[in-house]
Every structure is written in structure tokens, then in C-alpha cells.
């Protein structure tokens, strides 16, 4: 069954860079199969879309937040990661991974890993 | 930008039929995705494709889409399906997600 894990740091200073990493077990990253997609929640609110990735390297983006967001894949790890820069308050949120495809359609995001908070304050 | 709209909150008794709807342009030319997401948890699809359950999804959630409007409908309401429920669809290639509902199951 596969398992989605996020990691990396809970806070970020405001102006820094926001990195995340998603360790996917029980599958494979290098699947042609499916995307790899980063959603996250502010506090209290509703979930917004970032971007998603290939394992080629491919990459799609929230059009609201492209000029910050940079997505990769390590095939070799069977991670796949997040750099959003120049961070402010308003990027606090649970940033969630998740697989991109189900049923042999692309549209949809299952499963999703567990979350993790990230607060921007100095 | 596209949007998708949802009424904030609904509000079902047990044992009834509870709706939420998804307003989008055109939306039933595009392909809905429904999550769950109860509180402290992460969303789970259940429904894909407008109207088809993922596995281990019980029957009495269903779906639908046409016009400008999607449906989830949970027919036999349990008190287990209090949550938030969100739409989700692309367009231009960017995916978009309703504002979510919370579900009440009084």
C-alpha cells in the first residue's frame, strides 16, 4: 500500500526559503503511472493547490505561487521535494504530498501523506 | 482564475440524505474529485471521476456532475460522516479545489 511522508523543518524565518521533501514507500516515484503533487491548508481554511511533478522532471504549478515554487524528484531516495521562496506569514499552513492519478485518471489526489505544519515567523 | 463554489456549511439528521454541491463554469465538462477530511486528519478522495467510489469508500456516498454543478450525496447519513468535503477539478492545468463544506450531522 502506498505511503506518503512529509519532512522538513516546522519553521522558517520570513524572506527564507521553505523546503519540504515527500519519502514515498510501498511505490515507486519513477511510476509512469502517476504525478506527485503538494497541496496546503492555512489554519482554519480551505486546501490550495501548489504544483505537481513528474519523475522525469516535469512540472506544474499553481499559477498564484509559480514564481516561488520549485519541485524536484530524487529517483535514487524515491522522494520528491518543495522549495518555496521568500516566504511570509501568509504561507504558514499544513503542507500536504499526495499521488496524483487514480483509476488510470489523472485528476484526482489519493493518497495523501499526513501533513506537516509549517510556520513562518521570525 | 476558475473558481469552485460550496455552500459553507449543511447540516443532515441522521439516517437522511445529506447534498453538497460545487458551482463551477462549465464544470460538468471537466472531471470532480470529492475529499473528505475529518478534523486533525488529511483529505481522502471519495469520489473520482465525477461519480465512481474509490475502493473502501461505502456505497451510500455518490456523485454527479452536469451544467455548471457537481453533487456529493451521502444517502443514509452516519454520525462517522461529519467532516469537511472538498471539490476539486483543473482547468488550464491547474488544479482548483472548492472552498469546503462542513458537514453536520445533528
Known amino acids: 500500500q502506498l505511503h506518503l511522508q512529509e519532512s522538513g523543518p516546522g519553521l522558517v524565518k520570513p524572506s527564507e526559503t521553505l523546503s519540504l521533501t515527500c519519502t514515498v514507500s510501498g511505490g515507486s516515484v519513477s511510476s509512469t503511472d502517476y504525478y506527485w503533487g503538494w497541496i496546503r491548508q492555512p489554519p482554519g481554511k480551505g486546501l490550495e493547490w501548489i504544483g505537481s511533478?513528474?519523475?522525469?522532471?516535469?512540472?506544474n504549478s499553481n499559477p498564484s505561487l509559480k514564481s516561488r515554487v520549485t519541485m524536484s524528484v530524487d529517483t535514487s531516495k524515491n522522494q520528491f521535494s518543495l522549495n518555496l521562496n521568500s516566504v511570509t506569514a501568509a504561507d504558514t499552513a499544513v503542507y500536504y504530498c499526495?499521488?496524483?492519478?487514480?483509476?488510470?485518471?489523472?485528476?484526482?489526489?489519493?493518497?495523501w501523506g499526513q501533513g506537516t505544519l509549517v510556520t513562518v515567523s521570525s | 482564475s476558475y473558481e469552485l463554489t460550496q455552500p459553507p456549511s449543511v447540516s443532515v439528521s441522521p439516517g437522511q440524505t445529506a447534498s453538497i454541491t460545487c458551482y463551477g463554469d462549465n464544470l460538468g465538462n471537466k472531471d470532480a474529485c470529492w475529499y473528505q477530511q475529518k478534523p486533525g486528519q488529511s483529505p481522502v478522495l471519495v469520489i473520482y471521476e465525477d461519480a465512481k467510489r474509490p475502493s473502501g469508500v461505502p456505497e451510500r456516498f455518490s456523485g454527479s456532475n452536469s451544467g455548471n454543478t457537481a453533487t456529493l450525496t451521502i444517502s443514509g447519513t452516519q454520525a462517522m460522516d461529519e467532516a469537511d468535503y472538498y471539490c476539486q477539478a483543473w482547468d488550464s492545468s491547474t488544479a482548483v479545489f472548492g472552498g469546503g463544506t462542513k458537514l453536520t450531522v445533528l
Open positions: 511533478i513528474y519523475y522525469s522532471g516535469s512540472t
Open positions: 499526495a499521488k496524483l492519478g487514480y483509476g488510470g485518471n489523472l485528476n484526482c489526489l489519493d493518497p
